[in-house]
Antibody, heavy 118, light 110 residues
């Protein structure tokens, strides 16, 4: 069974940092690009970042450029999102997502909640 | 990158058909056949329902169909069922090598 399990969310003060992790299983992780997608409370989905299978291509939405870093460890079937200088508006459920072609997401994790508040 | 435009809500009775529109620009929906639709029930992760404008993943009922004309994509659900009540999001690949989502549409089955 294809599975993505996120962890690392929590409550952090503005300006703080968090590192999200996503453990993948049930498929050949190193063959797929991966996305992080977030959803603020009561709001819609927002693409955050993408990383290609071998980490050669990395993209970010404008609002997180310079603050977030996406990475992966294919040997450990893991995806990461390092989030620095967090803002209140970064509060959201963060989903790890498997990508098919052209950033199409076909599998989603259950999400991990990040709350940025003083 | 601005979000794709979807109606905030649609509704229909069991057995009826509804259509949800998703309007973008020539930099996303209008230029690529890489439009997807996702269903999200409250408190759950999204689920892929349609990809590449018209294709259904295995296991998705054929009551769900997709189409596109110009800068607007559409999701049609025929033979509405109670379990179809959910939020629906469209997404499109963009010319900036990113992906943009719609604002979401709440479907109510009356």
């Amino acid at each position: 069974e294809v599975q993505l399990v996120e962890s690392g969310g929590g409550l952090v003060k503005p300006g703080g940092s968090l590192r999200l992790s996503c453990a993948a299983s049930g498929f050949i992780f190193r063959s797929y690009s991966m996305n992080w997608v977030r959803q603020a409370p009561g709001k819609g989905l927002e693409w955050v970042s993408s990383i290609s299978s071998s980490s050669n291509y990395i993209y970010y939405t404008d609002s997180v450029k310079g603050r977030f870093t996406i990475s992966r460890d294919n040997a450990k079937n893991s995806l990461f999102l390092q989030m620095n200088n967090l803002r209140v508006e970064d509060t959201a459920v963060y989903y790890c997502a498997r990508v098919q072609h052209h950033l199409l997401v076909d599998v989603w994790g259950q999400g991990t909640t990040v709350t940025v508040s003083s | 990158q601005s979000a794709l435009t979807q109606p905030a809500s649609v509704s229909g009775s069991p057995g009826q058909s509804i259509t949800i529109s998703c309007t973008g620009t020539s930099s996303d929906v209008g230029n690529y056949n890489y439009v997807s639709w996702y269903q999200q029930h409250p408190g759950k992760a999204p689920k892929l329902m349609i990809y590449d404008v018209t294709n259904r993943p295995s296991g998705v009922p054929d009551r769900f169909s997709g189409s596109k004309s110009g800068n607007t994509a559409s999701l049609t659900i025929s033979g509405l069922q109670a379990e179809d009540e959910a939020d629906y999001y469209c997404s499109s690949y963009t010319s900036s090598s990113t992906v943009v989502f719609g604002g979401g549409t709440k479907l109510t089955v009356l």
